[in-house]
């Protein structure tokens, strides 16, 4: 989390609220024992002393939360709550709120200690329609103060995620390339989402890069890059100055047209004017730039930055963006993935980009050359000014697979798909793996072409699906696919097929 400088950091606080009508103590006592549970396991949950019973309290608790520094809020029902001034927190409160209720603690004292939270969940609901106000309200929000400790942990990516589009600025350089049309980018929902962004063409970013041609912050941005890649992964040492200058263009770029925003993502035209103008391929300079937390796109591909940025707010780790790129061959199936015994050759897949995925996530890695733009615009000769991509095979491990884009007609669709990359030589070139994903044949076919996502996904280091589909929900999108189990058919799936 420490080495991410371009995503968030959440201070939550947890308001307790009691209906007048209930003993106040028993909500107090039982928000105490949450802080005291979160604290022993995930660490400093802010307690705001003032419990809500009414208006004027509400406006007390959210002052002091927003005195101590919170930007994230748990709204706490020990017991069946005050509906209104509950809800209102959310309107007031200029951040993410979750809302979780009390469990009943024993069956031997139901009378002064029952608290009825299970039925003023519905009402605090209820009311939240009202006013339509957002919250975020956890797939079973009643519990014990261990089991509401574990939900406030989980939102905390949650709130992470919000927080960083409320404050994001994508940055564009250049339109799309030709024949890339499946990186279509409709504006408003950008919008619609609270996100900026801010299109520029490539002759302004030649101009910038140009302009950066003596700097002298260049030797020691080379040298980092030098120390990271050793001595097997630095076969262009020459390289390393022209991308540093680049590396430095973008940063720069970045502080001086965030405006009134906290956090960048870039989407930038790569191809196919820019290496030879530029002298190198920027693939490396993408990949250091997003092991930091600021995506660099591909392609201009405004939805794939947008994708990224909620994988690093998610998992707090650095992500990649993919090509859902080719079969896997069967020969290299029987042989490298099939003793597995857990996957179908459908099942798999290559996810392969020139070199944007970071160093830290490959088996291996160094700067290469990107080789089919060697042969568009250097005729497969020696490599020159298409030198600066960054390959290897990707590391194994868990893997979440996601895209968040909006149709050609404004409307937003996601999907998320669970899965890993397999410990298997790719014998390819680029960034590159064997991902498996359960289902996937079904899931290509029936969400991936059915509903005409585009090539590129982005890809997390893990499993957070169940965080990503809840930031998603709290966005409003209301489609979001998955990869269905056998015996869920899709509903435009033949149920005749074999």
């Not at 991308?243 to 960048?264: I, P, S």
């Amino acid at each position: 989390m420490s080495k991410l400088t371009n995503i968030p950091s959440v201070k939550c606080g947890i308001i307790s609220v009691s209906r007048d009508c209930f003993i106040i103590s028993l909500s107090e006592n039982r928000r105490k024992a949450i802080v005291e549970a979160y604290g022993q396991k995930y660490g400093e949950l802010y307690e705001v002393q003032k419990t809500v019973e009414n208006e004027k309290d509400m406006l007390e608790a959210v002052a002091e939360a927003k005195e101590a520094g919170c930007n994230a809020l748990v709204v706490f029902l020990g017991n069946f709550g005050p509906e209104t001034p509950e809800t209102l927190i959310a309107k007031v409160f200029d951040g993410p709120v979750m809302y979780v209720a009390a469990a009943e603690e024993t069956g031997k004292n139901l009378i002064n200690g029952r608290g009825d939270a299970y039925c003023g969940m519905l009402n605090c609901s209820y009311n939240l329609g009202l006013r339509h106000l957002k919250a975020f309200i956890p797939e079973y929000p009643v519990g014990t103060a261990e089991e509401l400790a574990q939900m406030i942990a989980e939102f905390q990516p949650v709130a992470r995620t919000l927080l960083g589009l409320k404050d994001l600025k994508i940055i564009t350089f250049g339109p799309r390339p030709q024949d890339f049309f499946a990186c279509n980018a409709p504006i408003q929902p950008l919008y619609d989402l609270g996100v900026e962004i801010e299109e520029n063409s490539e002759l302004d970013l030649l101009v910038a890069y140009r302009a950066h041609q003596d700097d002298p912050r260049i030797k020691e941005v080379a040298d980092d890059m030098a120390k990271e890649l050793g001595r097997e992964g630095n076969p262009y040492p020459e390289m390393l100055p022209r991308m540093a200058q680049f590396e430095l263009t973008l940063l720069d770029w970045a502080e001086e047209h965030k405006g009134a925003r906290k956090y960048v993502a870039f989407a930038d035209k790569c191809w196919p004017a820019f290496p030879k103008e530029f002298g190198f391929e920027p693939c490396y300079v993408n990949s250091r730039l997003v092991s930091r937390g600021i995506p660099v796109s591909c392609e201009v591909d405004i939805y794939g930055a947008l994708s990224e940025y909620i994988g690093l707010c998610v998992s707090g780790d650095a992500v990649t963006l993919l090509d859902i790129n080719n079969s896997v061959p069967r020969d290299m199936f029987e042989d490298s993935i099939k003793p597995f015994g857990m996957y179908k050759l459908e099942d798999t897949f290559m996810g392969f980009h020139c070199g944007n995925t970071p160093l830290c996530k490959l088996r291996k890695g160094g700067v290469k050359y990107q080789l089919i733009q060697n042969r568009l615009l250097e005729n497969g000769g020696t490599p020159d000014f298409t030198r600066g991509t960054l390959e290897g095979d990707i590391a194994d491990g868990d893997i979440t697979f996601f895209r968040l884009q909006s149709t050609s007609d404004g409307q937003l669709r996601a999907y998320i798909a669970q899965g890993e990359i397999l410990p298997a030589a790719t014998n390819s070139f680029g960034g590159i793996g064997i991902f498996a994903i359960p289902e996937m044949g079904r899931f290509y076919r029936h969400v991936l072409i059915e509903k005409r996502f585009p090539h590129h996904g982005a890809v997390a280091f893990g499993h957070y699906g169940k965080a990503i589909y809840d930031v998603l929900n709290y966005l409003g999108v209301a489609d979001i696919s998955y990869n269905q189990p056998a015996g869920m058919p899709y509903p435009t799936e033949n149920p005749f097929h074999k």
